[in-house]
């Protein structure tokens, strides 16, 4: 689809896009986004928010959700280089509660789109990077929830990234069996 490499995860909805640039000596162009070959790849979404973080290594955000706002999110890094997840919380889903991961960096140009009904978290591997994500909802802070990132029970294989630094926020949450959150 024009430049963009759709491939679907294990996790239904879940897709690891490749994006084509073009360089030269001077540096390189890409589309971030296009919602002709989004919708044509069957990724029908109408985002409404664009969002920008940056961290330094070992930090780990996650794992959060929207509880009654979900949100699609299209993720990407543009410095650095993060382990992207995504956890199943779909009512009735045959993956409830998988993961699926992906190494993004501002090397491989890679994106993950996660549909709404999932956990988002990341892990920055590189000694800082600078995350940016599209949401098909806005950001509702009295909406904010999350599973504990290290959940035996889903048993994310997080790589190594030295000392570990999460929100006070993030040390808390509940386990997925404690939270009993379904999309």
């Not at 896009?17 to 070959?37: C, L, P």
């Not at 920055?124 to 599209?134: G, H, M």
Request: hydrophobic share 35%; aromatic share 14%.
């Amino acid at each position: 689809m024009g430049n963009f490499t759709f491939n679907e995860t294990k996790l239904k909805g879940v897709y690891i896009i490749d994006v084509k640039t073009y360089g030269d000596n001077r540096g390189y162009f890409m589309e971030t986004y296009k919602e002709s070959d989004f919708k044509a790849a069957g990724l029908d979404y109408n985002f409404v928010q664009d969002n920008q973080s940056s961290s330094r290594k070992g930090v780990l955000r996650g794992l959060h959700f929207q509880k009654t706002h979900p949100q699609a999110k299209l993720v990407r890094v543009l410095k650095g280089e993060v382990f992207d997840v995504a956890v199943d919380l779909r009512k009735g889903s045959e993956t409830y509660g998988q993961w699926v991961g992906a190494v993004l960096s501002e090397e491989n140009k890679r994106q993950f789109m996660i549909p709404r009904g999932f956990a988002h978290g990341f892990l920055v591997l590189s000694d800082y990077a600078e995350f940016a994500y599209k949401c098909d909802d806005v950001y509702h802070p009295e909406d904010e929830g999350g599973i504990m990132w290290n959940d035996p029970a889903i048993g994310i294989e997080w790589p190594e990234a030295g000392e570990l630094i999460l929100s006070e926020k993030d040390k808390v949450h509940p386990s997925l069996a404690e939270s009993k959150i379904e999309f």
